[in-house]
């Protein structure tokens, strides 16, 4: 999605403003998305939410989006009007880097890409001393509350792995023009393991606030028609 992160830098960018994002061509190829926890109550009314493993092995909650690529995101590149877009993608084109500073600071970071930055047109990221201006403030407190949030996800996530509740999915895809593949790895909750925790562990669920995102996740698996009638497959579900 970022094809040419570069650092924010107000002695470099000084001159740059940045224009709203209004067409996500950027997102047109992912079929997936990451979400956060606290989106699942909005995520649920579109889109189905399931859980996937990245190549470093860690678990992680992502939105389906489509079966080969967005399915949201018309041939205008617009995102279907009045449907939710997940913060993953509102961030485009800024993110918060870590790893980058000395100090173990989060660094701002800018797809140098993206075609609404630049010197020409748009709002202002800096003043004329190289202070910030209110709409990069603004930017940089979405951009932190997105990092919490999604350290926030991560433990909640963390924690459903350990209490091994979760149950591997394949879903079977047959084009409408014959053609099969397989989506892999997806996992979902398994609601039958989720009630046979001990009592003290499902309390813990509920005082940490967990259950809600859990059937959030559980009764967005019925958005999958939305996604099978969008794509014109036929997608049927198989566990492991």
């Known amino acids: 999605m970022y094809k040419n992160p570069v650092i924010l830098n107000s002695n470099i960018h000084q001159t740059f403003k940045i224009t709203p994002v209004k067409d996500f061509v950027f997102a047109k190829g992912l079929n997936s998305c990451v979400v956060l926890a606290q989106e699942f109550l909005e995520v649920v009314k579109q889109y189905p939410i399931v859980f996937s493993r990245t190549a470093e092995g860690a678990v992680i909650s992502v939105a389906l989006l489509g079966i080969s690529d967005n399915l949201f995101v018309g041939s205008d590149g617009a995102w279907e009007k009045e449907l939710y877009i997940p913060a993953f993608i509102r961030r485009y084109p800024f993110n918060l880097a870590e790893g980058i500073a000395e100090d173990g600071s989060l660094t701002v970071c800018v797809d140098a890409d993206y075609p609404g930055f630049g010197p020409e047109e748009g709002e202002s990221l800096f003043t004329s001393d190289g202070s910030n201006t209110p709409l990069l403030d603004n930017t ?12 926030i996800t991560k433990g909640f996530v963390a924690h459903l792995t350990g209490l091994n509740i979760f149950k591997s999915v394949d879903a079977n895809i047959t084009l409408a023009r014959g053609e099969r593949f397989t989506i892999r790895d997806l996992m979902m909750v398994d609601e039958e393991a989720l ?7 499902l309390v813990a669920l509920v005082r940490r606030g967990f259950m809600p995102w859990i059937y959030a996740h559980l009764y967005s698996m019925t958005n999958l028609s939305r996604i099978i009638n969008r794509a014109d497959h036929v997608v049927s579900p198989q566990e492991d």
Request: charged share 35%; no cysteine; proline share 5%.
């Open 140 to 151: 940089i407190d979405f951009l932190r509350l997105y990092h919490n949030q999604f350290e």
């Open 195 to 201: 009630l046979k925790l001990p009592d003290d562990e």
